[in-house]
């Protein structure tokens, strides 16, 4: 039933959450980690190779294929859908890449070192918001200047986007999951794809998207939901050297033990090459090839990603019926086709009292504004939920909670009104 956005009795909710105190709960929230069971998923790597260390000619064990196997790559240009000739296979951390390619173009330069972006007056980032709390980190490390762009359902706001490329040079790259993104499950609609691709033409030379296709295959859907090709619209605009994509095994085999790659432009890559010959003698081809041996093919990726979605689906779909049973009216959330994350907005300067009082009650929340840069929400609004690593029964407990706060926040909001009774209402997306 939906909930009674009239009636908020304060007495009863203050009860309500002294007696989740009460149970000395213990539950997490916090990321999107695989659950034991999913990780059990790709159980069959440890052995799969028979004792086997040699591939076309290579010894496995040893130095050297800084590009990684080229079985590797193409696994990698499956999941990014790129050549497979411009993949770079790296370790388990995509996040890493990510790094390496930001530092590149912070300190080092695409072009040489004159064309390092801190040669210009300032370092500025475009950051689709709410977005991937870990970009902005990378982002802060580096000094850059972190600009906030609204993140829609088809993808960034591309008008404020080119508005912002258009006047400010010191624009200097853009952070992007396209794909069921971290955090509201936005997809990136063809328009969004194209117009993407044409930044390269609209930018400052040296300016880069980091293209984070961190759940390109993990949808909860029946069927995967197809993007259209940037690399196709970069060959198309000529562009392809201005985008810088990423993807990883992380959600998909051992999170702490899986591959990652990262797909650019041949002058892109020459650079990226010559900086990782100085950090690498090269990657774990061992784990490459236990991966191309687990998943050999597209039908074989599909496979293994259902079973993924078979244990996500009802934790995402519990979460999403706590917040319908007892928010609607009072707040405002995503239904997300994949990935990990369901994202909650609170009445406006409410979500930081609802992350502390489900804190108290023992449930931990990402903290609330994470999903902006430097951790500041303007609205203090939105709350990211991740209930893919607790079990189906905590996840259920935990929105208890989380529905709980939630509805206490707003009425202790309006009882503090002088008793105007105004209605409160949900935060903008």
């Known amino acids: 039933m939906p909930a009674d ?24 929230l916090t990321r999107g980690k695989p659950s034991p069971d999913q990780l059990a998923l790709s159980d069959r790597l440890d052995g799969i190779l028979s004792g086997t260390y040699r591939h076309d000619g290579t010894d496995l064990r040893n130095y050297g294929g800084i590009d990684g196997l080229p079985t590797a790559k ?37 072009d040489g070192p004159g064309s390092a972006w801190t040669t210009r007056p300032s370092v500025k980032v475009l950051c689709p918001v709410p977005g991937y709390d870990r970009h902005f980190t990378v982002s802060e490390r580096l000094g850059h200047e972190m600009i906030p762009v609204p993140m829609g359902d088809d993808g960034p706001d591309m008008d404020v986007v080119e508005s912002i490329v258009a006047d400010d040079p010191d624009v200097a790259a853009m952070w992007l999951v396209p794909k069921h993104s971290n955090p509201t499950g936005a997809i990136c609609s063809d328009e969004v794809v194209a117009r993407v691709a044409e930044l390269g033409n609209r930018a400052r030379r040296g300016f880069r998207v980091i293209w984070d296709n961190a759940y390109a295959v993990h949808d909860l859907t029946p069927e995967p939901i197809l993007m259209a090709s940037l690399w196709a619209a970069c060959e198309a605009a000529g562009t392809t050297e201005s985008v810088i994509h990423v993807a990883s095994t992380s959600k998909i085999t051992f999170a702490g033990a899986g591959l990652s790659f990262l797909a650019a432009g041949p002058e892109t890559l020459a650079t990226l090459r010559q900086h990782l010959s100085a950090v690498t003698i090269g990657p774990d081809k061992v784990n490459q090839q236990r991966h191309v041996m687990l998943l050999p093919d597209i039908d074989a990726l599909r496979a293994h990603m259902v079973r993924h979605a078979e244990l996500i689906a009802p934790k995402v779909d519990a979460t999403v019926a706590a917040l319908e ?24 300067g409410l979500a930081t009292e609802v992350v502390g009082l489900a804190a108290d009650a023992g449930v931990r929340l990402t903290p609330a504004g994470a999903a902006f840069p430097l951790g500041h929400d303007p609205e203090d609004s939105h709350i990211r939920l991740a209930p893919s690593f607790p079990t189906l029964d905590e996840v259920r407990l935990a929105m208890e909670v989380v529905v709980t706060c939630v509805r206490l926040a707003i009425a202790r909001q309006r009882a503090s009104r002088d008793g105007t009774g105004e209605a409160v209402q949900p935060g903008p997306t």
Not at 87 to 110: D, I, K, Q
Not at 327 to 345: E, H, I, M, Q
Request: hydrophobic share 50%; charged share 15%.
């Open 5 to 28: 956005t009239t009636s908020l009795d304060l007495d009863a909710l203050e009860a309500a959450h002294a007696d989740l105190r009460a149970r000395g709960l213990a539950l997490d």
């Open 74 to 110: 193409r696994l990698g240009a499956m999941l990014m859908d790129v050549p497979a000739d411009a993949v770079l296979v790296g370790g388990n951390a995509s996040l890493e890449m990510m790094f390496h390619a930001m530092l590149v173009g912070t300190h080092f330069g695409w």
């Open 325 to 348: 049973r007892g928010l609607t009216g009072l707040a405002r959330w995503t239904t997300p086709t994949g990935g990990y994350f369901v994202s909650l907005w609170t009445p406006p």
